[in-house]
C-alpha cells in the first residue's frame, strides 16, 4: 500500500479519448490558470489581467485552488472569487472532498520526490481539511462537483485542461523534468527517474483527445512545447503555479492565455502561433508583501508549508524563462519577469 501523498486513487483515472468530447463552451480568449494555492492577491491579478483584455475572456482555474489557505477569510476569498468562473479539480480539492485521508494530499508523488517534502505536503492539507474553509456544506458540494478534466473551444480550436495529465488527475507525466528532448537540468534538480515522456506520447495523447492544445499544472513548473505529428502542430504547456514564484530570481505567478486573436499579448513572456490558435504564457504580478505576510501568519518557521515554500516564495526557483520555452515557442523581447 503507498504511503499517504504517493497513493493515485482509481478516481482519478481517465483516458485522452475522455477529453474527446463535444466542448464545454467556446471562446475567443481563454486564460487557464493553475496552482493559486489558496493566495487571494494572486487571485485579485489574474482578475484585473481578464479585466484588461479587449475582449472578455473566459476563465479555466484547473485545481489547486486552495492549499495554503488555513486562514478562513483567505479560504471564503479564494472560494468566492473563483466561482464565478470555470474550474476543474485538482488533487487538493479532491484531498478535501473524498472522505479518504488515507490519499494525504492526494499528489500522487513518483519516488524521485524526497519523503520530507511529502510529508510535510501532507500535514498541509491534513491542516487545511481540519479548518473551517472547507466545512461550509455548499463549498464542500462545490468542490466535489468540478470536473476532473475540461475541453474548450477557442475559436476553431480545441483546447483540453487538466490537472495532471492526459491520464491521471494528479498525473506527472507533464512534469518538466519527464518530458523529451530532456532539460539536463531539471532532471539534475528534481532527481527525476524515468519513465520520459516523449514527443509521440504527447502527439498522441493529442490525437486520440481531438485537442490542438493541452494544459496542464499539477507539477508546479511552467513550460510550452510545441508538438508536430501527422502534418499538424499541438502545443502542450505547463501553466505552473499562478499563486507562487515560477522563475529564477522573481515573484511573478503565471497563467497560460490562448487566443484566437494571433496577436501576441504585450506582457507576453514566451508563446507560439498554430494555425489559428496563439498561445503565451502571461506573469502573475501579485501582491508579493502581503502574501509572504499572510504565508508567515498562518506558516511560520518551522511549519510544514514554511519548509517546504517559504525559500520559493521568498527567492523563486531555478527555472528561467529561456527553460521554459521549449521546441517551436518563442522568447517575448520583454520576457523580463521581475
Ligand atoms: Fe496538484
Given at each position: 500500500?503507498?504511503?499517504?501523498?504517493?497513493?493515485?486513487?482509481?478516481?482519478y483515472?481517465?483516458?485522452?479519448?475522455?477529453?474527446?468530447?463535444?466542448?464545454?463552451?467556446?471562446?475567443?480568449?481563454?486564460?487557464v490558470?493553475?496552482?493559486?494555492?489558496?493566495?487571494?492577491?494572486?487571485?485579485?491579478?489574474?482578475?484585473?489581467?481578464?479585466?484588461?483584455?479587449?475582449?472578455?475572456?473566459?476563465?479555466?482555474?484547473?485545481?489547486?485552488?486552495?492549499?495554503?489557505?488555513?486562514?478562513?477569510?483567505?479560504?471564503?476569498a479564494?472560494?468566492?472569487?473563483?466561482?464565478?468562473?470555470?474550474?476543474?479539480?485538482?488533487?487538493?480539492?479532491y484531498?478535501?472532498v473524498?472522505?479518504?485521508?488515507?490519499v494525504?494530499?492526494?499528489c500522487?508523488?513518483?519516488?524521485?520526490?524526497?519523503?520530507?517534502i511529502?510529508?510535510?505536503?501532507?500535514?498541509?492539507?491534513?491542516?487545511?481539511?481540519?479548518?473551517?474553509?472547507?466545512?461550509?456544506?455548499?463549498?464542500?458540494?462545490?468542490?466535489?462537483?468540478?470536473?476532473?478534466?475540461?475541453t474548450?473551444?477557442?475559436?476553431d480550436?480545441?483546447v483540453?485542461?487538466?490537472?495532471?495529465d492526459?491520464?491521471?488527475?494528479?498525473?506527472?507525466?507533464?512534469?518538466?523534468?519527464?518530458?523529451?528532448?530532456?532539460?539536463?537540468?531539471?532532471?539534475?534538480?528534481?532527481?527525476?527517474?524515468?519513465?520520459?515522456?516523449?514527443?509521440?506520447q504527447?502527439?498522441?495523447?493529442?490525437?486520440?483527445?481531438?485537442?490542438d492544445?493541452?494544459?496542464?499544472?499539477?507539477?508546479?513548473?511552467?513550460?510550452?512545447?510545441?508538438?508536430?505529428?501527422?502534418?499538424?502542430?499541438?502545443?502542450?504547456?505547463?501553466?505552473?503555479?499562478?499563486?507562487?514564484?515560477?522563475?529564477?530570481?522573481?515573484?511573478v505567478g503565471?497563467?497560460?492565455?490562448?487566443?484566437?486573436?494571433?496577436?501576441?499579448?504585450?506582457?507576453?513572456l514566451?508563446?507560439?502561433?498554430?494555425?489559428?490558435?496563439?498561445?503565451?504564457?502571461?506573469?502573475?504580478?501579485?501582491?508579493?508583501?502581503?502574501?509572504?505576510?499572510?504565508?508567515?501568519?498562518?506558516?511560520?518557521?518551522?511549519?510544514?508549508?514554511?519548509?517546504?515554500?517559504?525559500?520559493?516564495?521568498?527567492?523563486?526557483?531555478?527555472?528561467?524563462v529561456?527553460?521554459?520555452?521549449?521546441d517551436?515557442?518563442?522568447?517575448?523581447?520583454?520576457?523580463?519577469?521581475?
Amino acid at each position: 500500500m503507498p504511503a499517504p501523498g504517493r497513493v493515485c486513487p482509481v478516481a482519478y483515472r481517465y483516458r485522452p479519448e475522455d477529453l474527446a468530447e463535444p466542448p464545454a463552451f467556446a471562446c475567443t480568449t481563454l486564460h487557464v490558470v493553475g496552482g493559486l494555492y489558496g493566495n487571494p492577491y494572486a487571485l485579485d491579478a489574474v482578475l484585473a489581467r481578464a479585466a484588461a483584455e479587449p475582449v472578455p475572456p473566459e476563465i479555466v482555474f484547473n485545481g489547486d485552488l486552495h492549499y495554503l489557505d488555513v486562514d478562513a477569510d483567505r479560504f471564503r476569498a479564494v472560494e468566492a472569487g473563483v466561482r464565478p468562473h470555470h474550474a476543474v479539480q485538482g488533487n487538493v480539492e479532491y484531498a478535501l472532498v473524498a472522505g479518504d485521508d488515507s490519499v494525504g494530499c492526494g499528489c500522487d508523488y513518483p519516488d524521485y520526490v524526497p519523503d520530507a517534502i511529502v510529508t510535510n505536503s501532507n500535514l498541509v492539507v491534513e491542516r487545511l481539511r481540519a479548518s473551517s474553509g472547507p466545512a461550509d456544506t455548499g463549498v464542500r458540494d462545490r468542490l466535489a462537483a468540478l470536473p476532473r478534466h475540461l475541453t474548450v473551444a477557442v475559436g476553431d480550436r480545441r483546447v483540453g485542461i487538466v490537472h495532471g495529465d492526459p491520464e491521471s488527475l494528479a498525473g506527472w507525466r507533464l512534469a518538466l523534468e519527464a518530458l523529451d528532448p530532456p532539460d539536463e537540468e531539471a532532471r539534475a534538480r528534481t532527481g527525476f527517474t524515468g519513465p520520459t515522456t516523449t514527443a509521440d506520447q504527447v502527439a498522441d495523447w493529442c490525437r486520440r483527445a481531438g485537442v490542438d492544445a493541452l494544459c496542464c499544472t499539477h507539477t508546479g513548473l511552467p513550460y510550452a512545447q510545441v508538438v508536430p505529428h501527422a502534418g499538424r502542430r499541438s502545443v502542450v504547456v505547463n501553466n505552473g503555479c499562478a499563486g507562487l514564484p515560477n522563475f529564477a530570481g522573481s515573484h511573478v505567478g503565471v497563467v497560460t492565455r490562448l487566443s484566437a486573436d494571433p496577436q501576441p499579448p504585450d506582457d507576453s513572456l514566451y508563446g507560439s502561433t498554430l494555425d489559428g490558435l496563439r498561445v503565451d504564457a502571461l506573469p502573475v504580478r501579485y501582491d508579493h508583501d502581503r502574501w509572504w505576510a499572510d504565508f508567515l501568519r498562518s506558516w511560520p518557521s518551522g511549519s510544514p508549508a514554511h519548509d517546504n515554500y517559504a525559500t520559493r516564495i521568498q527567492d523563486g526557483t531555478w527555472l528561467t524563462v529561456e527553460h521554459a520555452a521549449r521546441d517551436g515557442v518563442t522568447l517575448s523581447r520583454r520576457s523580463g519577469c521581475r
